[in-house]
């Protein structure tokens, strides 16, 4: 579920809270498609064509406002909007749905008897953050591959999270011996992935928790010929997961509806705990 503006050589889309997403031709034409659960086949609307970039752009938030009525009817079904940066009166109308909605969204980020892999993960996550989690959703197109590319051992991790503090600050870990890293991006030699998260995909039958610890600013390992690499990340920054064991981290770019693994991270004495990031 997003909130934000990307750009696809020169389209230019708007996604809108979970269902909404606006197409911006390279003629400045604007098009909606409006994807809910449940119904069958996606609903277009033609907005018209601009004069200009801009000028599409504020159709598009002049459209987005008038339906904020209809995407909060889909809110609770959807489990709650992960908004990202939005203008300042659709972050009103949010907030303001939120406080009135408060019991209903704590039941839904709280389900009843959930899988014992989503409490886990819950468990963990209001461990290392020391405080609950805002949404509890779906990391929609994951694929874990059964093998990885063996980079190294780690070194040093750096990422940035709100645990604690309820604010976003930068950490970093400095990696006890043991500890491998798996880089999908690499060739050379193929190692099993950790057993729990082997194979998964997001259609898999399996329960599989993750919890996000932040976003993962880069990380440092020692390749097999024991020279130091830094692993650089772009913007936007990938996310760092943990399992629900709290033993494997996972490095995954999320994008959209699309979730790809980057980097694994497991061995050693690596645990998660409410201290942070050991081993």
């Known amino acids: 579920m997003s909130f934000m503006w990307e750009r696809t050589g020169r389209t230019w889309r708007f996604h809108f809270l979970t269902s909404y997403v606006y197409t911006v031709s390279p003629s400045f ?4 498609r409006v994807r809910h659960p449940g ?6 609307y033609n907005l018209g064509k ?18 904020v009525p209809e995407a909060f009817k889909q809110y609770m079904a959807d489990g709650g909007p992960l908004v990202r940066n939005p203008p300042p009166e659709l972050a009103e109308a949010i907030d303001g749905y939120e406080d009135f909605h408060a019991a209903a ?49 780690a070194v040093q ?13 930068d950490y970093y870990h400095d990696h006890d011996p043991g500890v491998k890293v798996g880089r999908t991006d690499e060739h ?28 993962c ?27 629900a064991s709290r033993k494997v981290l996972l490095v995954i770019e999320v994008s959209g509806d699309a979730a790809e693994v980057q980097a694994i991270l497991w061995g050693g004495k690596l645990c998660v705990k409410d201290v942070g990031i050991v081993g």
């Not at 119904?39 to 277009?44: M, Q």
């Open 29 to 32: 034409s604007v098009e909606l």
């Open 39 to 44: 119904v069958a086949g996606p609903n277009y």
């Open 50 to 67: 601009f004069a200009s970039l801009k000028e599409a752009k504020q159709a598009v938030m002049t459209d987005a406002e008038k339906r």
């Open 105 to 153: 969204c704590a039941q839904r980020l709280n389900p009843g008897n959930p899988p014992p892999e989503l409490a886990e993960a819950i468990d963990g996550y209001e461990d290392f953050h020391a405080f609950s989690p805002r949404e509890v959703g779906q990391l929609r197109g994951l694929i874990i591959p059964r093998t990885i590319c063996l980079a190294g051992e």
């Open 157 to 169: 991790t750096l990422y940035r999270s709100d645990k604690w503090e309820n604010k976003k600050n």
């Open 188 to 215: 050379g030699q193929m190692v099993a992935v950790p057993a729990e998260i082997a194979g998964w995909s997001s259609d898999d039958p399996r329960d599989l928790g993750l919890y996000k610890l932040g976003d």
């Open 217 to 243: 600013l880069g990380f440092f390992y020692r390749d097999l010929d024991g020279e130091e690499i830094e692993a650089h990340v772009s913007r936007p920054l990938p996310e760092l997961y943990a399992t």
